[in-house]
């Protein structure tokens, strides 16, 4: 497995119901960012997430972090279409470097 | 907007061409990557510069040659390419190449097509 593997690799749900994405990875990390990118686009950043930090909020988002299992989840509260892209977690460890090392993402549709 | 701007968006080009992929960041950044997003694999660090030194090359074929004239502005020259090279190429930029403490900018990519 990578550094960063995110589950499941597709989500779908009706729109109004959370979402919740997870990533593993392998080794101490920095931190962790979460990422999302609209179909053909780029990414953009959502939340970063240090190791020394266990829950963050940014409006409908929730991050939680649990370094004992390497392993973080992202929360999406009350759904709608627009959030329909894919999800990436991106962690920064020093054994790769101290560089981003993304995930393949998981792909999130939401019907309306 | 991200205040990172790639062109061209799209590109189409035979594998005996030479072609350019060019990105431009306003954000007063000093780090500027190359990312390759290929279907369902995750992103691929392909080179890093920090005020205009590459600082970082990621077993990148040769056939993949960057350039940073200055600390706003990075390049991708193409040549010889081959059909697996196809991908959405990423730039992104951000205010140092260490990431403990920020965020990377991307651009909204430049499709690559290599026929």
């Known amino acids: 497995s990578q550094q960063g593997e995110e589950d499941p690799q597709a989500l779908s749900i009706q729109e109004g119901e959370n979402a919740t994405m997870n990533c593993s990875y392998k080794?101490?990390?920095?931190?962790l960012q979460w990422y999302r990118q609209n179909s053909g686009r780029g990414l953009v950043h959502l939340i970063l997430?240090?190791?020394?930090?266990r829950e963050k909020h940014s409006g409908r988002l929730r991050v939680t972090l649990d370094t004992s299992k390497k392993s973080s989840s992202l929360l999406i509260t009350a759904s709608r279409a627009a959030d329909t892209a894919s999800y990436f977690c991106?962690?920064?460890?020093?054994?790769?470097?101290?560089?981003?090392?993304f995930g393949a993402g998981t792909i999130l549709r939401v019907k309306s | 907007e991200t205040g990172v701007t790639q062109t061209p968006r799209h590109l189409v080009m035979g594998m005996t061409n030479k072609k350019s992929l060019k990105c431009e960041q306003h954000?007063?950044?000093?780090?500027m990557y190359w990312y390759k997003q290929s279907a369902k694999k995750p992103l691929e660090l392909m080179f890093v510069y920090s005020l205009e030194e590459r600082v970082e090359n990621n077993s990148v074929p040769s056939r993949f040659s960057p350039e940073c004239p200055n600390s706003s502005h990075l390049f991708l020259h193409l040549h010889t390419l081959q059909p697996e090279d196809s991908a959405l190429y990423l730039c992104?930029?951000?205010?140092?190449?260490?990431?403990?403490?920020?965020?990377?900018?991307f651009g909204e990519g430049s499709r690559l097509t290599v026929l």
């Open positions: 991106a962690t920064d460890a020093q054994e790769y470097g101290n560089k981003l090392v």
């Open positions: 954000l007063g950044h000093n780090a």
């Open positions: 992104a930029s951000s205010f140092r190449v260490e990431t403990a403490t920020g965020e990377l900018f």
């Open positions: 997430i240090r190791s020394n930090e």
């Open positions: 080794t101490s990390i920095n931190n």
